[in-house]
């Protein structure tokens, strides 16, 4: 069997795969997003008990394993009576997950937006929402770009692991060709390059795009 | 201290200063910056404060735009307390959106510009019209692009801070703190992160704004020559103490405290 003839048997499953990874991709991309962004204001509220929730989150996500979240929320919760769909339990533990991380982002770049900016906008009476909506934020995320965009490819790879709930996604595909044609080298090596172009030529460059956009929009390019 | 009942409600009779600093006190932990300040500004005065480094000048103006909380006294501005608001009959601390309301008359202009870098120089000066004073764009706009054009900088209002000189920041930073039309003005050291040949087209603005408009001003500066120009009164500033105040014209001709003769003989040698 060439190479070729492997591929026209079963590209079909790698494109149905690529497909759901790619849909767990965006799904979790956007929890993840929210999540930072909520988690990440409430780190730096003055409220004690917001922050301590926030910490809580961002200390229990960050301190154990995806691989373990994605199991109590797959084995334990319905032994509680709650019983979530493989798809929708597998994004919302990486997004969970890569959440608590973003929330860190968010609160650092939040922090290190100079402190001139804060007291100019105060200095113009603007409300504290305001000023955080319309001067603060802003330039945080140009500052946390960079960083999200490793985070959104270490996102990306998170998402294979969902493959163990049997999420039908690339990963769980190249599993299951494995085993029922014994040809490792090419079902785990077809993955792995597809996995590469996902993160080299459509995250990355998307990443980029997105910072060359900000850069403008701050005079600077 | 003082209890706060000691202190009026409101300033009232013929000269209600813009400004009055009333037994104001200023901490950090132990350390007092400032102790039992007094300090009146007119409608319409231009007063300077210098002194040596570590006086307290920027503390001065930090309390007044209420960015530094005062550990003693009260301020009152036109006549209203400032950091303080009545409840009952009597002045207790102001909360945050009585603070929001009472700093919206004051400007100020800081020795760093923080103009918003995502912004263009005339979203800079519309910004607090629109957001805080519920200006509409248009309203706002033409404002915008008439103290734009006041200070010189019509022609830049398109560019964003990052493409700008200091002093062009500076000059956008003044028109826009005016567009909010503030009552009292408040300068840092605007001069003194600039480079030597663009000092002057900023103070060339704030001299426009003495002549030509009624505002009341407080400014720090280093520039001995700027403020006899410009100002109707200075402050000398020592350790947290006014320790002379006098019209220019006086205070550089014949200073009566030795600190002042010290200070002002330091400075001219280092000119
Ligand atoms: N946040 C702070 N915490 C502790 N001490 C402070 C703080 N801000 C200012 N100080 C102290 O208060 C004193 C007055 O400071 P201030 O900045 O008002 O001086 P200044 O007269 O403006 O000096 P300069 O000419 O150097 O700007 C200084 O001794 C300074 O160290
Ligand atoms: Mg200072």
Same mark, same amino acid.
């Given at each position: 069997m060439t190479y070729i003839s492997f591929l026209s048997d079963y590209g079909g499953r790698f494109v149905d795969g690529?497909?759901? #990874? @790619?849909?767990?991709?965006?799904?979790?991309? $956007?929890?993840? #997003?929210?999540? @930072?962004?909520?988690?990440?204001?409430?780190?730096?509220?003055?409220?004690? $008990?917001?922050?301590g929730a926030a910490v809580v989150y961002v200390e229990f996500f960050r301190g154990t394993s995806l691989l373990v979240q994605l199991f109590w929320l797959f084995f334990v919760l319905p032994l509680f009576g709650i019983t979530l769909e493989p798809f929708f339990t597998g994004f919302l533990a990486v997004g969970l997950n890569i959440g608590a991380y973003g929330a860190q982002l968010v609160q650092g770049a939040i922090k290190s937006v100079p402190r001139g900016q804060w007291e100019a906008a105060y200095a113009l009476s603007m409300s504290p929402a305001k000023r955080m909506r319309r001067i603060i934020i802003p330039q945080a995320l140009v500052i946390m770009l960079p960083a999200w965009g490793n985070l959104v490819i270490e996102l990306l790879k998170s998402t294979a692991l969902v493959a163990l709930i049997a999420v039908p996604d690339l990963m769980f595909e190249a599993k299951q060709l494995n085993s029922s044609t014994y040809l490792s080298t090419w079902t785990f090596g077809t993955a792995l390059v597809i996995y590469y172009i996902f993160a080299r030529f459509l995250v990355t460059p998307t990443m980029r795009s997105l910072e060359h956009v900000m850069a403008r929009r701050m005079g600077r390019s | 201290m003082e209890a706060l009942s000691s202190f009026p409600l409101e300033l009232t009779g013929p000269e209600v200063p813009m400004v009055r600093f009333m037994n104001v006190r200023k #901490?950090?932990?132990?350390?007092?910056?400032?102790?039992n300040l007094n300090l009146d500004i007119a409608p319409g005065e231009m007063v300077t404060v210098i002194g040596p480094s570590g006086s307290g000048k920027t503390t001065v103006l930090r309390m007044l735009m209420t960015l530094e909380t005062i550990n003693g006294g009260v301020i009152y501005v036109d006549g209203k307390p400032l950091t303080h608001m009545p409840k009952n009959g009597v002045l207790v601390p102001a909360d945050a959106k009585y603070l929001r309301k009472a700093r919206s008359s004051i400007g100020m202009c800081f020795q760093h510009f923080n103009l918003f +870098?995502?912004? #263009?120089?005339?979203?800079?000066?519309?910004?607090?019209?629109?957001?805080?004073?519920?200006?509409s764009r248009r309203e706002a706009k033409e404002r915008a692009e008439e103290l734009l054009s006041m200070v010189g900088m019509i022609e830049k209002k398109d560019q964003h801070p990052a493409r700008l000189s200091g002093g062009q920041q500076q000059r956008v930073?003044?028109?826009?703190?005016?567009?909010?039309? +503030?009552k009292v003005m408040l300068f840092d050291e605007v001069t003194s992160a600039l480079d030597?040949?663009?000092?002057?087209?900023v103070t060339n603005v704030i001299q426009d704004l003495v002549t030509k408009h009624n505002l009341t001003m407080l400014m720090v500066t280093h520039q001995m020559g700027f403020a006899r120009d410009i100002s109707d009164r200075i402050?000398?500033?020592?350790?947290?103490?006014?320790?002379?105040?006098?019209?220019?014209?006086?205070?550089?001709?014949?200073p009566k405290s030795k600190r002042t003769q010290q200070f002002l003989s330091a400075v001219k040698a280092a000119d």
């Amino acid at each position: 069997m060439t190479y070729i003839s492997f591929l026209s048997d079963y590209g079909g499953r790698f494109v149905d795969g690529m497909l759901v #990874t @790619a849909l767990q991709f965006l799904c979790s991309l $956007a929890l993840a #997003t929210v999540l @930072a962004l909520v988690f990440g204001l409430m780190l730096l509220s003055s409220n004690a $008990a917001v922050k301590g929730a926030a910490v809580v989150y961002v200390e229990f996500f960050r301190g154990t394993s995806l691989l373990v979240q994605l199991f109590w929320l797959f084995f334990v919760l319905p032994l509680f009576g709650i019983t979530l769909e493989p798809f929708f339990t597998g994004f919302l533990a990486v997004g969970l997950n890569i959440g608590a991380y973003g929330a860190q982002l968010v609160q650092g770049a939040i922090k290190s937006v100079p402190r001139g900016q804060w007291e100019a906008a105060y200095a113009l009476s603007m409300s504290p929402a305001k000023r955080m909506r319309r001067i603060i934020i802003p330039q945080a995320l140009v500052i946390m770009l960079p960083a999200w965009g490793n985070l959104v490819i270490e996102l990306l790879k998170s998402t294979a692991l969902v493959a163990l709930i049997a999420v039908p996604d690339l990963m769980f595909e190249a599993k299951q060709l494995n085993s029922s044609t014994y040809l490792s080298t090419w079902t785990f090596g077809t993955a792995l390059v597809i996995y590469y172009i996902f993160a080299r030529f459509l995250v990355t460059p998307t990443m980029r795009s997105l910072e060359h956009v900000m850069a403008r929009r701050m005079g600077r390019s | 201290m003082e209890a706060l009942s000691s202190f009026p409600l409101e300033l009232t009779g013929p000269e209600v200063p813009m400004v009055r600093f009333m037994n104001v006190r200023k #901490t950090y932990g132990d350390f007092v910056v400032l102790d039992n300040l007094n300090l009146d500004i007119a409608p319409g005065e231009m007063v300077t404060v210098i002194g040596p480094s570590g006086s307290g000048k920027t503390t001065v103006l930090r309390m007044l735009m209420t960015l530094e909380t005062i550990n003693g006294g009260v301020i009152y501005v036109d006549g209203k307390p400032l950091t303080h608001m009545p409840k009952n009959g009597v002045l207790v601390p102001a909360d945050a959106k009585y603070l929001r309301k009472a700093r919206s008359s004051i400007g100020m202009c800081f020795q760093h510009f923080n103009l918003f +870098p995502h912004m #263009t120089a005339l979203e800079n000066c519309m910004e607090g019209p629109v957001q805080v004073l519920g200006l509409s764009r248009r309203e706002a706009k033409e404002r915008a692009e008439e103290l734009l054009s006041m200070v010189g900088m019509i022609e830049k209002k398109d560019q964003h801070p990052a493409r700008l000189s200091g002093g062009q920041q500076q000059r956008v930073a003044i028109a826009r703190a005016l567009a909010m039309r +503030p009552k009292v003005m408040l300068f840092d050291e605007v001069t003194s992160a600039l480079d030597p040949e663009v000092i002057g087209e900023v103070t060339n603005v704030i001299q426009d704004l003495v002549t030509k408009h009624n505002l009341t001003m407080l400014m720090v500066t280093h520039q001995m020559g700027f403020a006899r120009d410009i100002s109707d009164r200075i402050c000398f500033f020592y350790g947290g103490k006014i320790e002379e105040q006098d019209t220019p014209e006086e205070l550089f001709a014949n200073p009566k405290s030795k600190r002042t003769q010290q200070f002002l003989s330091a400075v001219k040698a280092a000119d």
